[in-house]
């Protein structure tokens, strides 16, 4: 009997912290393209050596700028991101625009960066080799096609937000609550 008291606790307090979770995200529906946002700045960052590397050993036109928008933009769009929703008040219009143009330009920053990676990898003379002292090459492609995949994201959720925020405040999230049963009607006038 103690089993099944504690089985049945152990699935209604997993129930409840989802509820909990969509009550969170009914109210802030904005956090998942944050959460988008904070993954695509952590996979650039947290690779941020490979991709120095990258840079000091192609050493092509803007790979040194584009490395640095890529960083200060993926700090700014946190704190333009954070700025657009104030709490309880409407959201910011004019944040939201430089949010756009912030990650338009990160965008913009890690494509270059990828056509001079090509094309250092790929030119006919003095061709940049791929092997195991250069590997950093090949992991710096990569975070940073996953930075623009994640940048992306962010852009189709955020502007997918009016969408989605109506469909997740449909979810019903009471809870039911049993009826009164036994209780006797509780004399508050003050009689002994």
């Known amino acids: 009997m103690a089993n099944l008291k504690a089985e049945g606790s152990?699935?209604?307090?997993f129930r409840e912290t989802i509820r909990k979770s969509i009550v969170s995200l009914?109210?802030?529906?904005?956090?998942?393209?944050?959460?988008?946002?904070?993954a695509a700045f952590l996979v650039f960052s947290?690779?941020?050596?490979?991709i120095a590397n990258t840079t000091a050993r192609i050493n092509g036109a803007n790979m040194g700028q584009c490395e640095f928008v890529g960083m200060l933009f993926s700090i700014l769009a946190f704190v333009?991101?954070?700025?657009?929703?104030?709490?309880?008040?409407?959201?910011?219009?004019?944040m939201i625009v430089l949010l756009y143009v912030m990650l338009a330009l990160l965008e913009a920053a890690d494509t270059l960066y990828l056509v001079r990676i090509l094309s250092a990898v790929n030119r006919a003379?003095?061709?940049?080799?791929?092997?195991?002292?250069?590997?950093?090459?090949?992991?710096a492609y990569n975070v940073i096609v996953a930075h623009m995949i994640l940048i992306g994201a962010t852009a189709v959720l955020f502007a997918l937000l009016?969408?989605?925020?109506?469909?997740?405040?449909k979810i019903n999230t009471s809870i039911e609550v049993d009826t009164m049963g036994d209780m006797q009607a509780i004399d508050i006038s003050g009689e002994d």
Not at 26 to 38: D, F, G, H, V, Y
Not at 162 to 169: N, Q
């Open 10 to 13: 152990g699935r209604r307090g």
């Open 26 to 38: 009914k109210r802030s529906p904005q956090s998942i393209p944050l959460l988008t946002l904070a």
């Open 46 to 50: 947290l690779n941020l050596s490979a």
């Open 80 to 94: 333009v991101f954070l700025r657009s929703f104030p709490r309880r008040k409407p959201p910011v219009r004019p």
């Open 125 to 139: 003379e003095n061709r940049i080799v791929v092997d195991a002292q250069t590997m950093y090459i090949s992991t």
């Open 162 to 169: 009016p969408v989605y925020a109506k469909a997740i405040r």
